[in-house]
């Protein structure tokens, strides 16, 4: 079984899908990796959904991804008197590290009192309530109210403008990121990213045990974007908290642009939130929310997420479904390949990059059925995606978790197989596998891309054409 689409989902889980039944309806209706969100749950829940996902692994018998992300910091205001308070446009609040409440909104965050500075904006509940920082102290700082609205205990609050000098880590996400490395997550998605240090920072912890994704959510991460991008394995445009703290005029197009730097780079990205968001609690999505997964699939997204629509909403086998549907819709009209392969002359255009390239221009010129890479660390696999090539892609690997991790990447079917030690073995494991899932048939041709020698990660630099059986 393989799907007959390029780009892939990712699935929330939460309480409307985390059972065994839902998952696997959930892979049936398309998910391609699972998303556990440490922001709720216990470790326990985490730990026994993760087993159900192993388990209709085995029962499927195909690799699936699990997708750690991590809370990160939260910035919230403290108690409020009675709980809640009205403010309104115009009116100068205060705000104190540790002060009295009965005069100032409490926000225990010293990160923030040591970067606030005058004419910053700051933003209470989602944006719901916007101010301008007009006067700052040691522990306090006043703010002139934009827009008016209700205050209520413990709300969230951003800060678009400040780069706060903290930890993307929490204690809470250290403890959670080791226990997700050995309970064996393939990918861990690092909240709060503002500057490349923070990607360094998670990468040293993880030391190779998985792959590590840099969540774009904050301005801060845009001006040095082309650095993060670098230090990770992959990227998630995350735009519910990235459209709090940038205009949303502005998401379309930051979108495109993170979209084209990921593909430039050759690292996979998913395009997140809000994607299906009447699907919580309707069981079909506006023509608008369909338009917007096609967009992200026309940009060229290796992958597409749903979030609350799976993990809490009333019809998340459907929205998964829904996905399926539209990215299949979408990969098939006319005017797709054309599109998607606008990609700027900038990529890089070294040997290992342009074997890859070529395999897909080869493999459309002499019409493949398929090209076949085989890879140690997935890099030969996103290499060949990269150009979006109109044929499937055979990703073959010995590691299991990049086998897993090949859930996310565009185009590829991945499979978990015994290193080949030799040309006449990768060959017969290409052919083999190739007529056994159906991809190709005798006396067709494909294209294998691989390394030599075998093993090394990052060296494509072999192409070879084959007729199947021959």
Request: glycine share 8%; proline share 6%.
């Amino acid at each position: 079984m393989h799907r007959n689409r390029r780009a892939k989902i990712v699935a929330t889980i939460g309480p409307a899908s985390a059972s065994p039944e839902i998952l696997k309806a959930l892979f049936l209706a398309g998910a391609d990796t699972f998303r556990m969100n440490f922001s709720h749950g216990t470790q326990e829940d985490h730990a026994e959904v993760y087993a159900s996902i192993r388990k209709l692994e085995k029962d499927v018998g195909r690799p699936i991804g699990v997708l750690q992300d991590l809370q990160g910091p939260k910035i919230r205001i403290g108690a409020i008197p009675q709980g809640k308070r009205t403010v309104v446009a115009g009116e100068t609040l205060q705000f104190s590290l540790s002060g009295d409440e009965t005069y100032s909104i409490r926000l225990p965050h010293p990160a923030v009192f040591d970067a606030i500075s005058p004419d910053q904006e700051i933003l209470i509940d989602d944006g719901k309530v916007r101010a301008r920082v007009s006067d700052v102290g040691r522990e306090t700082f006043q703010v002139k109210v934009i827009t008016g609205g209700e205050i209520s205990n413990r709300k969230g609050v951003n800060l678009p403008g400040t780069l706060l000098d903290f930890s993307p880590l929490t204690a809470k996400d250290r403890d959670d990121l080791e226990f997700g490395l050995n309970l064996g997550v393939d990918w861990v998605a690092l909240s709060f990213v503002q500057r490349p240090s923070d990607m360094m920072e998670a990468s040293a912890i993880i030391a190779g045990r998985a792959g590590l994704i840099a969540k774009i959510e904050k301005p801060s991460a845009l001006t040095c974007i082309d650095d993060i991008v670098r230090l990770s394995d992959a990227v998630m445009v995350a735009r519910g908290d990235l459209g709090v703290e940038i205009p949303p005029e502005q998401v379309p197009g930051v979108q495109k642009e993170l979209v084209r730097v990921c593909r430039l780079a050759a690292k996979p990205v998913i395009v997140a939130t809000q994607m299906l968001d009447s699907m919580i609690n309707a069981p079909t999505p506006t023509r608008a929310e369909a338009s917007d997964v096609a967009t992200a699939i026309y940009d060229g997204a290796d992958a597409v997420m749903l979030s609350a629509e799976s993990a809490a909403g009333l019809y998340p086998v459907e929205a998964v479904g829904m996905m399926d549907r539209i990215i299949g819709s979408t990969e098939r009209h006319k005017l797709y390949a054309t599109i998607v392969s606008a990609i700027s002359d900038e990529e890089d255009q070294s040997p290992p990059h342009a074997i890859a390239a070529a395999a897909g221009e080869l493999a459309e010129k002499i019409q493949a059925a398929v090209i076949v890479g085989f890879t140690s660390s997935g890099t030969t696999a996103v290499r060949v995606a990269r150009k979006r090539p109109r044929v499937p892609i055979v990703a073959i690997t010995p590691s299991l978790l990049v086998a897993r991790q090949m859930a996310l990447y565009w185009g590829a079917h991945s499979f978990h197989s015994e290193n080949v030690k030799s040309y006449e073995e990768m060959v017969h494991v290409a052919v083999a596998t190739v007529v056994k899932e159906e991809f190709a048939r005798a006396r067709e041709l494909m294209i294998v891309v691989a390394g030599i020698p075998f093993g090394m990660p990052g060296t494509t630099n072999n192409l070879r054409i084959v007729r199947i059986g021959e």
